[in-house]
């Protein structure tokens, strides 16, 4: 038991660490965009932290901290980190792995959505989470939808995550950026949401230390990749029709994830904070 508090105390720092790792490369950012008058007008964003808890009784509970960021760059970022615990409700129990056999769980993750000012800036997507019930295990990826494809962007992206995935086992790229092809999908729109990434989850390979460096080195990677895109395209000039072609990609963010994303659900059925769940959704959105 010691060894799973152990464990749990020590992914709950990494996701911790890698929020502040990130928040401080935005935030670098921010000062070093070399926009137009109306751009440079703004204030350099900075992060805003908000803490919550669970209103649970003493079995269940824990909480966690948004970070949200409006800014020249980033019309809106949030990085948020979480750890709960409690029991799945009846009707989510089948559907999470060992949850059926006892409903008690245990949860600590990040979760990344940026929402860049520029159409050039792709939308970014990022998670990771170790979970527990009466198996564990560790689950995330990282995505890209950008409003106006890339080849250069796409391939340096999916280039640093395969180098990530390779490092730890060779089938894992295939097989992860397979599954995040398959997952983020609009079925009703018959079309992906972006240009992919790599998705992963219920990854128990029996070595815990290997998987939490695995989802380590995951994080590691999309925070660099991601951050290379943005200094490379944040300062290139946009058109009001560009603008609108990008509200219209949102529109289709938000989507997915009222409609699709397994997170989105997750966080809603067991009881987590409103505002840190629905963080993913941009500012402004359109439909034509």
């Not at 999916?158 to 990530?164: C, G, I, P």
Request: net charge negative; proline share 5%; hydrophobic share 35%.
């Amino acid at each position: 038991m010691k060894l799973i508090e152990d464990q749990r105390k020590i992914a709950r720092a990494w996701f911790e660490k890698l929020r502040d790792e990130i928040c401080s490369v935005f935030e670098t950012i921010e000062d070093t965009v070399k926009g137009g008058d109306e751009i440079m007008a703004i204030s350099p964003g900075r992060f805003k932290r908000k803490n919550w808890e669970r209103p649970e009784g003493l079995e269940e509970g824990g909480g966690g901290v948004t970070s949200i960021m409006n800014g020249r760059v980033f019309e809106k970022v949030g990085v948020n980190v979480s750890t709960v615990f409690g029991e799945f409700s009846e009707q989510f129990r089948a559907s999470v792995p060992g949850a059926k056999e006892d409903p008690r769980f245990w949860a600590s993750g990040i979760s990344l959505v940026a929402h860049p000012r520029s159409p050039h800036v792709p939308i970014a997507h990022m998670n990771s989470r170790m979970i527990v019930t009466t198996k564990q295990w560790f689950g995330g990826g990282g995505d890209l939808t950008p409003i106006f494809p890339i080849e250069q962007d796409t391939r340096e992206f999916h280039k640093a995550l395969k180098l990530a995935c390779d490092a730890h086992n060779k089938e894992y790229y295939p097989k992860f950026t397979k599954w995040c092809d398959e997952y983020f999908y609009l079925p009703h729109r018959n079309e992906t949401r972006g240009v992919g990434g790599i998705f992963y989850d219920n990854l128990d390979t029996k070595n815990w230390e290997a998987d939490l460096a695995f989802t380590r080195d995951v994080g590691i990677s999309f925070k660099n990749a991601y951050s290379d895109i943005v200094n490379r395209r944040m300062n290139e000039e946009w058109s009001d029709e560009d603008k609108y072609v990008q509200l219209i990609k949102r529109g289709r963010y938000v989507e997915f994830n009222l409609i699709h994303d397994r997170g989105t659900k997750f966080g809603l059925m067991t009881n987590g904070n409103t505002e840190a769940i629905l963080m993913s959704l941009p500012p402004i959105a359109a439909w034509p």
